[in-house]
């Protein structure tokens, strides 16, 4: 039967050298770059390949089994969003993206940004912002809009508590799972990620959330 020394030869641990030390998990065989490469010498990897929650097309068609590793039920990506619509995450916002990503150690948002509470003054400014490129209207005249319409971001959610979390920058769905006209859909990117899904076009954009 396959057992712990099937893979990991613990004698090699026993003199410590430049390969010794490459190899942190002491894996049998030739080194490899990656731990996973290491399967592949009994499976083939092609047939093995790791699940990919942001893959959600296929022929056009919704893959519920991607919708369900984040939600509880597939939400109904047909109909327009309101407000406080609750997506029946499968916890809390960066929990969830936390099952398969880690912040990098210096990213943008790690202290000035993750888990900050927008003040009201900032959420209004950002639901104006969103809608500037197709309101024939002055900022400061959508700002009143907004106010009076008590319309907040939807490009731009927040997490359970109303606060900027993870998918407040990235959107975790696949470019033409959501209509177009939906503010979700903003910063939505195919399968393979080319600019890590960000909501704001052309890149981070503070303007997106600050007046000045």
């Known amino acids: 039967m396959l057992t712990c020394l099937t893979c990991h030869d613990v004698t090699s641990r026993c003199t410590v050298t430049e390969t010794a030390a490459a190899n942190k998990y002491f894996l049998r065989g030739a080194s490899v770059s990656e731990a996973i490469d290491f399967c592949s010498i009994c499976h083939v990897q092609e047939d093995h390949q790791p699940f990919n ?119 975790p769905h696949e470019k033409g799972l959501l209509p177009d006209w939906d503010p979700r859909s903003v910063g939505a990117e195919p399968k393979k990620s080319v600019n890590h899904r960000l909501r704001v076009s052309g890149g981070i954009s503070c303007r997106a959330c600050h007046q000045k």
Request: with cysteine; proline share 6%; aromatic share 6%.
């Open 53 to 171: 929650a942001h893959d959600q097309l296929q022929n056009r068609q919704v893959k519920p089994d991607a919708c369900l590793w984040c939600h509880v039920s597939a939400p109904d990506i047909s109909s327009r969003p309101k407000e406080d619509t609750s997506y029946e995450l499968r916890g809390g916002t960066a929990e969830v993206c936390g099952n398969c990503h880690r912040m990098a150690k210096g990213h943008p948002t790690e202290n000035m940004h993750m888990y900050a509470t927008p003040s009201e003054e900032m959420m209004w400014y950002m639901s104006a912002y969103e809608m500037k490129d197709r309101m024939n209207m002055p900022l400061n005249q959508l700002l009143e809009y907004v106010r009076a319409a008590k319309r907040t971001a939807r490009s731009i959610p927040l997490d359970e508590s109303g606060r900027l979390t993870c998918c407040s920058c990235h959107n």
